[in-house]
């Protein structure tokens, strides 16, 4: 009989510890972790034993970079439970930075959730700031994320890797030659929404006076981001919207080449 009791409490005591590591390693991770990327990890396995294709993972943002170049990217986590999410990001080499706001910070050279994210229109997103080696050559950006119920375990969650996005430093000039611009063009900016920084591109087929300007939705000018002759060609231009007194919502930018104009709007989320 006092054997079976000791039985008992010792199996209670074995019950109890595991649901208290448990909570533990879910609650540890819920403030981010690295060394889970296809760069020198196995996966997020705390979050399910594989990763799993109903997860969507993936890394936009430009894929050629001059030595010591630097860009904004986006890393876009969507399906499975997605009632919150996180990720790891990893790069071969080059540098790793967060952004303000992002909802990542830097351990190591990686980067990592500072919590679990809420989806937006059923997307998960974290933008941060990569700058290339100083030497041409192929660097590869890692990442995985995991999509959670948030029941306070990591039982139902799933994750997956982010396919490897490859990006080339190159000195050799990306631009299309000049015969091949063919139109007056302003592009969707990059990331949108964004916070604080963003990248407007556009394309000018002919020389010109070029003004290109920041609207709030009342018509109000915010800010003139170019006011100057241009050569025909491809142009990029930051907006530091932490430069402005800006609330969040949407604004416009527009851009004027000799009496021609076009005008896209982006999202600001402060």
């Not at 396995?45 to 904004?72: E, F, M, R, Y």
């Not at 990442?143 to 490859?166: C, I, L, R």
Request: glycine content about 10%; some cysteine; aromatic content about 12%.
């Amino acid at each position: 009989m006092k054997k079976l009791f000791y039985n008992k409490f010792f199996l209670s005591n074995l019950f109890v510890g595991l649901i208290v590591l448990t909570s533990f390693l879910f609650y540890s991770y819920s403030s981010g972790i690295t060394g889970t990327t296809r760069k020198n990890g196995t996966g997020c396995d705390c979050h399910g034993i594989s990763p799993t294709t109903s997860v969507n993972v993936s890394i936009t943002g430009p894929q050629t970079l001059s030595p010591g170049g630097k860009a904004t990217y986006r890393l876009s986590i969507s399906g499975g439970p997605l009632s919150r999410a996180g990720t790891n990001i990893a790069a071969s080499s080059g540098t790793l930075t967060v952004l303000t706001g992002s909802g990542l910070k830097k351990v190591g050279d990686e980067l990592t959730h500072t919590s679990p994210k809420t989806p937006v229109s059923g997307v998960v997103t974290f933008d941060f700031e990569y700058t290339a080696p100083n030497s041409p050559g192929t660097v590869t950006l890692y990442a995985n994320g995991n999509s959670v119920n948030n029941n306070g375990s990591t039982s139902g969650d799933q994750w997956n890797y982010a396919t490897n996005f490859v990006i080339q430093v190159t000195t050799t000039s990306v631009k299309p030659e000049l015969s091949e611009i063919k139109n007056f063009e302003l592009k969707q900016n990059f990331p949108n929404p964004f916070n604080p920084n963003t990248t407007i591109s556009y394309s000018l087929n002919k020389d010109g006076f070029v003004t290109l300007q920041v609207f709030d939705l009342l018509g109000k000018e915010i800010a003139v981001l170019k006011n100057e002759f241009q050569k025909a060609g491809e142009y990029e231009v930051l907006f530091d919207a932490s430069n402005y007194d800006l609330h969040s919502g949407t604004y416009f930018y527009k851009l004027t080449l000799d009496g021609f104009s076009d005008v896209r709007k982006f999202v600001y989320l402060k």
